[in-house]
T-cell receptor
Framework: NAGVTQTPKFQVLKTGQSMTLQCAQDMNHEYMSWYRQDPGMGLRLIHYSVGAGITDQGEVPNGYNVSRSTTEDFPLRLLSAAPSQTSVYFC??????????????FGPGTRLTVL | KNQVEQSPQSLIILEGKNCTLQCNYTVSPFSNLRWYKQDTGRGPVSLTIMTFSENTKSNGRYTATLDADTKQSSLHITASQLSDSASYICVVSPDSWGKLQFGAGTQVVVTP
């Protein structure tokens, strides 16, 4: 199993550009989520999904869109990049989600810089 | 205000020594508490998960404790190794699975 994969690993954007961060998992996990990690702060939830076709907002959803058309893939779209979105982005997945006891598996991260 | 506070922010320990990291939380309701290890440039990796009814859980040289009454947890690292150099993150889960609360982490550096 590849686990959770993310692409690209690094990305530089100009203000106003759009892009999609890719996330895929091959463990047949229902629950997937996107976080951003900024220096001196804990990971913050952007969006999450409890299954194909179901998504919901997290703590910091503004400026980001998600969709979940398949169990395996959960892309994160930046609509119009801003310097405040410079961060490291992590995708995570777990088998279930209702009780929250399952182990989360994280991808390697995407380091995004917005100029 | 962050509902999960970790201390110390960073620490340096000699290889072979023990150390203890602290986590205080105000998240309510409370479902479970997790500790993650994050190596530089990589995603977090789960070490332990404890429900409110568990007082302690071990994973090799890592032992986590939980006092749900005082809302405190600790992570003890025994006989530290150079590979233990990482950030250790405390995460608290309320009853809603999508709303995990992450601490800022404790940066541990193990020196020879």
């Amino acid at each position: 199993n590849a686990g959770v994969t993310q692409t690209p690993k690094f990305q530089v954007l100009k203000t106003g550009q759009s892009m999609t961060l890719q996330c895929a998992q091959d463990m047949n996990h229902e629950y997937m989520s996107w976080y951003r990690q900024d220096p001196g702060m804990g990971l913050r939830l952007i969006h999450y999904s409890v299954g194909a076709g179901i998504t919901d907002q997290g703590e910091v959803p503004n400026g980001y869109n998600v969709s979940r058309s398949t169990t395996e893939d959960f892309p994160l779209r930046l609509l119009s990049a801003a310097p405040s979105q410079t961060s490291v982005y992590f995708c995570a997945s777990s088998y279930g989600g209702r009780l929250g006891y399952d182990t989360q598996y994280f991808g390697p991260g995407t380091r995004l810089t917005v100029l | 205000k962050n509902q999960v506070e970790q201390s110390p922010q960073s620490l340096i320990i000699l290889e072979g020594k023990n150390c203890t990291l602290q986590c205080n939380y105000t998240v309510s309701p409370f479902s479970n508490l997790r500790w993650y290890k994050q190596d530089t440039g990589r995603g977090p990796v789960s070490l332990t998960i404890m429900t409110f009814s568990e007082n302690t859980k071990s994973n090799g040289r890592y032992t986590a404790t939980l006092d749900a009454d005082t809302k405190q947890s600790s992570l003890h690292i025994t006989a530290s190794q150079l590979s233990d150099s990482a950030s250790y993150i405390c995460v608290v889960s309320p009853d809603s699975w999508g709303k995990l609360q992450f601490g800022a982490g404790t940066q541990v550096v193990v020196t020879p």
